[in-house]
């Protein structure tokens, strides 16, 4: 098991710049890939970035060049930095931990969430 929690939500002007962090604990050490999703109100859960345990990293297209993800493995932290923020960006924002099992299946683990609502 794997146990998530988020922190640094809150509310920002656009334009504005927010942090996020998420602290793993549990079986951290089983963990490949960790990352960030986010779900706005009506809308599905879509990805914004993740990274791997060697530090690849991938950015959805709608924030590459605003968000910068990183992670400290000796922490089993993951951090989203999130630069010139826009009104479209307000959601809830989710860190995830992907474990491998077996082949390509994994178990996906997340946190419970944390609010980021940019006003206009």
């Known amino acids: 098991q794997v ?3 988020e922190s640094g939500g809150g509310l920002v002007q656009a334009g504005g710049s927010l942090g996020l962090s998420c602290a793993g604990s549990g079986k951290i050490s089983a963990i490949n890939a960790m990352g960030w999703y986010r779900q706005a109100p009506g809308k599905e859960r879509e990805l914004v970035a993740t990274i791997t345990n060697s530090g690849t990293t991938n950015y959805a297209d ?12 000796s922490k089993s932290t993951v951090d989203l930095q999130m630069n010139s923020l826009k009104p479209e960006d307000t959601a809830v924002y989710y860190c995830n931990a992907r474990v491998p099992i077996i082949g390509t299946i994994a178990m996906d ?4 969430g944390t609010l980021v609502t940019v006003s206009s």
């Open 3 to 5: 146990q998530l929690v």
């Open 62 to 73: 709608l924030v590459k060049g605003r968000f910068t993800i990183s992670r400290d493995n």
């Open 109 to 112: 683990y997340w946190g419970k």
